[in-house]
């Protein structure tokens, strides 16, 4: 393994650069660092996902957390492949494991008829809530690949497949509490007294 961090203050950033892991030095706005926040962002979101997971009464909590656990590594992984240019670190197993994760996951729900919300029971939320984050990470880092064209196609599925993953996942658990999906209504505004 690289160096470890030893003193998490530098100053080297202050003057409002920050390095990549080749590095090279870049402005903290940059198209890099804004994807790298985002997928960081999303890591975060998840471990919250799993902290709510592990709080709750949803059966099955080992799995969930299994998966989890593997979703944050491969982001970090995706986060290691944004700071080194060219660098490859996410593997096609990861969309694989999503893809037949999604195929489980759907086999015991009901075909979607009608949009449904972002709300729902606690895990629910969470999840929708980092489906959302994943969609900004995703076009965060498509917009790095669209300028320098160095993210592999794997990393750029990943994030696509992680927000149907959330999606389904969402779905998952909030029958897994018990609870219905809370559907949109296209005529709300017919309810208002």
Not at 1 to 16: C, N, Q
Not at 24 to 40: E, H, M, P, W
Not at 78 to 101: A, R, Y
Request: charged share 25%.
């Amino acid at each position: 393994m690289g160096h470890r961090l030893s003193k998490i203050y530098t100053r080297t950033g202050d003057s409002g650069t920050t390095g990549l892991g080749d590095g090279s030095r870049v402005a903290k706005d940059d198209l890099r660092i804004t994807a790298l926040g985002d997928v960081d962002e999303l890591n975060a979101t998840i471990g919250v996902l799993r902290a709510q997971i592990a709080a709750s009464t949803i059966q099955d909590k080992a799995s969930w957390d299994k998966s989890l656990s593997l979703i944050q590594h491969w982001l970090f992984d995706l986060g290691g492949e944004v700071c080194i240019p060219g660098f490859t670190l996410v593997q096609p197993v990861s969309i694989e494991f999503l893809e037949n994760d999604i195929d489980r996951m759907n086999e015991t729900l009901p075909m979607l008829k009608d949009f449904i919300l972002p709300a729902g029971t606690l895990a629910c939320s969470y999840a929708h809530q980092a489906r959302a984050v994943c969609r900004r990470a995703e076009r965060s880092v498509m917009s790095v690949h669209s300028r320098d064209q160095n993210i592999q196609a794997t990393s750029l599925q990943l994030l696509n497949r992680l927000s149907d993953w959330l999606f389904v996942a969402s779905r998952t658990l909030q029958r897994s509490e018990g609870g219905a999906e809370v559907l949109w209504q296209k005529n709300i505004n017919e309810t208002i007294e």
